[in-house]
């Protein structure tokens, strides 16, 4: 029996209360929640107000993978210039962002990643620079 129905059965509100121990206070706020809201309204309610604001728009998040699927070595900040060489204006910082959404944060997990999705879409091996099953890390700096 919820305290609503204690109260109506009691027809008194105070020892309603009193036998549940909440205060009248916490009994009419209860009253006016299920009568405003339903029952729903008593579930307990996340406080905290989402931070999708300062999220990158979901394309050029996308991109951003796209990218890190096709040059696994390269660090925030490459991406972060190779991006604004095709037109994409996104921060380091906002690389490095979307890399901890997606626990991408470090060279060795971007390349695990990486062979789970060649092995997902049918590939055995795959090879070229900067590949687990490579045979090391190709530089793309030139030395003179």
Known sequence: MNILELGQTLGNISDACRKLGVTRQHYYDIKQTIEEEGLEGLLEKSRRVPRIGNRVAPEIEQKVLDYVFQFPTHGQTRVANELKKA??????GGI????????????????????????????NRISGPGSVSGQGRERSRQIP
Not at 100 to 121: F, M, N, P, S, Y
Request: hydrophobic residues 40%; glycine residues 8%.
């Open 87 to 92: 037109g994409i204006l996104i921060s380091a």
């Open 96 to 123: 490095r962002s979307i890399w901890q959404r997606h626990d991408l944060t470090v060279e060795a997990l971007r390349l695990k990643r990486l062979e789970k999705w060649g092995k997902h879409r049918g590939s």
